[in-house]
């Protein structure tokens, strides 16, 4: 968002020599070490069911072995059912035949027992003649023995016949009984074949169910390890940002004033998981001179007001003839020292004497020259604020350092000031306690350690007000909504576009929705900016990587993306960012990028 936002400022030129060596900001130790423990435990977890897997994959092999065994076990079966089948079936159909020629051959032979016995019968009766008879018959010749032997005898052998049939049939029979027991023996093979293939079936089916389930459990492995695979890259890519660049400083170095959404500590307590925040490192400043806090905390913790001026402005204090007026606009001329001067009154009544004694020299330093060349200071922060009712009623202290500074200047510095430059300084390089930006600078910065609410925030409001609107919305943004900064950054510089693009809708999503003093139109929705790429980011992985150069800017800013690593400098975020980001959410430095972005 293009906002203006106006601070009481006097700015100064005096330059410091700037390292030119690369400073690298990175996690906390503790932060590394927990994603280090984390990965650690991350590819344990990963091992051991790779362990589950193999083990898995060795007992389907196993099972598959078995359950080939089992197939051809029961193909051969199947293969002897089959054939024993064939067997009862021509059995069954030899048994048939044969047994209709034991009918056919029994009707024959009862069919002759029944005429030979009627034979039989015929003959016996009529071989009932007695000798008597024989020898009284007219016929005495050998006719009549003859006849009767031949019945004898043919009565013998009808006996004999009956007798040879009677086995016939009972021969007949014990091929019967043979036939059948060989049908009953082929069918109780075939019913014990059966029985045989129904368990191996029983078996096989047992196996592929076993088969099935530890299929599905190796499926469910692997998916598991795709996710832990997943996993461990995203840590080792946020080890490697982390030792890169990331930057978290921990939440007790970072001043928790203020609007609470904003700060660091609030973001962390508050923000839902995987939400971003952009921070800024110093406000609406021009990071020249002096920084008000940072003179409150050099004084608290010992330095005079000399050394607060030597800190920031490489100078000490001279004495100057002061005792004289100076053209102010709308005041005409009003005493130097005794009007104009309290009526600068810039830091808080109730902080340390020693600041405001260096505030005191600033001040009169940049008015000196006009004071000295008799021309007219304005009284805004083109010049400096001059506020009459302080004139006219000083705060003690104020007053106090005013009197006692009296005629204390720095000679050929232009004394620029601004309440908080972010921990660096153009013109003096590192504010902290021991003048480096490495390792957790925060905790050393001092206008951290002074409380200053402006050090280290997330700005989300319309203005400088912490009570100003916010578009109902906190300085936290959604993976999506991050991805859609991302996105822009790429539809702006055309990399990856696969159609037309229109500048004039690369707008914040909430144009219309937000009061932008000048702004409005139809701007892309977050689905609109992803097809406008062939390759679109929808997803973070883990933490971005933030480096700081020694100039106290953000050099370079990399996501860790679905589409591989997104790469851009502070400056480029802060433009895409200014330009894009919902709601009053923005980067509020002029001239610099020294910014940083967290995710919960």
């Not at 700015?11 to 650690?40: G, K, M, P, R, Y």
């Not at 962390?268 to 921070?279: H, L, Q």
């Not at 350092?401 to 620029?416: I, Q, Y």
């Not at 370079?556 to 919902?582: E, H, M, Q, W, Y």
Request: hydrophobic share 35%.
């Amino acid at each position: 968002m293009l906002k203006k936002f106006l601070i009481a400022i006097i700015i100064t030129v005096s330059l410091a020599t700037i390292s030119s060596n690369i400073v690298l900001i990175v996690h906390s130790q503790d932060s590394v070490d927990d994603l280090e423990q984390e990965l650690e435990k991350t590819q344990q977890e990963k091992e051991y069911k790779q362990q589950i897997l193999e083990k898995t994959q060795s007992e389907i092999e196993s099972i598959l072995n078995s359950s080939l065994t089992l197939s051809q076990k029961i193909s051969a079966i199947e293969e002897q059912i089959q054939e024993m089948e064939q067997n009862i079936a021509d059995t069954q159909a030899d048994i048939q035949n044969k047994e209709e020629q034991i009918r056919y051959h029994e009707d024959l032979i009862t069919e002759r027992i029944d005429q030979v016995q009627a034979i039989s019968r015929r003959l016996y009766i009529n071989s009932k003649v007695n000798m008597f008879d024989v020898f009284l018959s007219e016929d005495t010749g050998s006719s009549m023995l003859r006849s009767y032997i031949l019945k004898k005898y043919t009565l013998e052998k009808q006996r004999q016949n009956i007798e040879e049939l009677n086995v016939q049939l009972g021969d007949m029979q014990v091929k019967r009984d043979a036939l059948e027991q060989q049908r009953i023996k082929l069918e109780a093979e075939g019913e014990a074949l059966d029985e045989s293939k129904a368990i191996l079936s029983s078996e096989q089916a047992k196996l592929e169910r076993e088969i099935a389930a530890r299929t599905a459990a190796k499926g469910q492995l692997q998916n598991e390890i795709g996710l832990l695979n997943s996993k461990i890259t995203e840590l080792q890519e946020a080890i490697l940002l982390a030792r890169s660049g990331a930057y978290v400083p921990s939440v007790g170095s970072l001043p928790t004033g203020g609007d609470y959404y904003s700060t660091a500590a609030g973001f962390r307590e508050s923000a839902p998981a995987g939400s971003f925040a952009v921070f800024s490192f110093g406000a609406y400043t021009h990071r020249k001179g002096m920084s008000q806090y940072g003179a409150l905390a050099r004084a608290e913790s010992g330095q005079n007001y000399q050394q607060i001026l030597q800190a920031y402005y490489g100078k000490t204090p001279v004495l100057k003839d002061t005792s004289g007026k100076i053209k102010v606009a709308g005041q005409g001329s009003v005493d130097f020292e005794s009007y104009y001067l309290y009526g600068i009154a810039e830091m808080p009544s109730s902080w340390s004497l020693e600041a405001q004694k260096a505030q005191a020299v600033a001040a009169r330093t940049y008015a000196y020259r006009y004071y000295r060349d008799n021309i007219e200071i304005c009284v805004t922060e083109a010049c400096q604020v001059f506020y009459k009712p302080k004139a006219d009623a000083p705060p003690a202290l104020w007053k106090q350092a005013v009197d006692e500074t009296r005629g204390m200047v720095l000679e050929d510095v232009v004394t620029f000031y601004s309440s908080t430059a972010g921990g660096y300084l153009d013109t003096s390089g590192w504010d902290t306690t021991d003048r480096t930006g490495g390792g957790d600078w925060t905790a050393r910065a001092y206008e951290s350690i002074a409380g200053s609410p402006w050090f280290y925030k997330a700005w989300y409001r319309s203005g400088y007000s912490d009570s100003s609107s916010s578009c109902g919305r906190y300085p936290w943004m959604t993976q999506e909504e991050m991805a859609d900064i991302l996105n822009t950054w790429l539809v702006m510089n055309r990399e990856g576009v696969t159609g037309s693009v229109d500048d004039g809708r690369i707008l914040p999503v909430t144009v219309n929705t937000c009061t932008y003093s000048g702004f409005s139109g139809n701007p892309y929705s977050m689905s609109e900016m992803r097809s406008l790429l062939s390759a679109p980011v929808t997803s973070i992985i883990g933490y971005p990587g933030v480096s700081l150069g020694s100039s106290g800017q953000t050099d370079l800013i990399s996501f860790s993306t679905n589409r591989g690593v997104v790469s851009l400098s502070g400056a480029d975020f802060k433009a895409v960012f200014n330009t894009r980001a919902p709601g009053y959410l923005a980067v509020p430095q002029s001239g610099f990028a020294f910014l940083n972005i967290e995710r919960k």
